[in-house]
């Protein structure tokens, strides 16, 4: 979850263990974002105005719709780094 990050010290994002917080802006207002790493699955909750928003974006703030389709690893640790995660 680094990736969320925008830079080590960030202040929007916190990171520790399988979790993170992030505030966020949205068009409903501003809302803080948990997200969290359960077994094989990211577990979201938010709060604030935006909400709703927040937790409607937390499958592509995980990368849960990225398209791999066209993804071709052509070195070896980046083929095994895709398959493991």
């Known amino acids: 979850m680094k990736s969320l990050r925008r830079g ?3 202040p929007t994002t916190a990171i520790s ?7 966020l802006r949205t068009p409903n207002g501003p809302a803080t974002i948990h ?3 359960v077994n094989d699955t990211i577990e979201a909750d938010a709060w ?3 909400a ?3 937790l409607d ?5 995980v990368g849960a719709n990225d ?3 066209g993804f071709e690893p052509h ?3 980046v083929r095994r780094l895709r398959h493991e995660h």
């Open 57 to 61: 974006g937390a499958p592509d703030l």
């Open 17 to 23: 263990g399988g979790e993170a917080l992030r505030a």
């Open 35 to 37: 997200l969290r790493s």
């Open 75 to 77: 070195h070896d640790v």
């Open 8 to 10: 080590y010290q960030d």
């Open 67 to 69: 398209d791999w389709s």
């Open 48 to 50: 604030g105005p935006g």
């Open 52 to 54: 709703d928003r927040a």
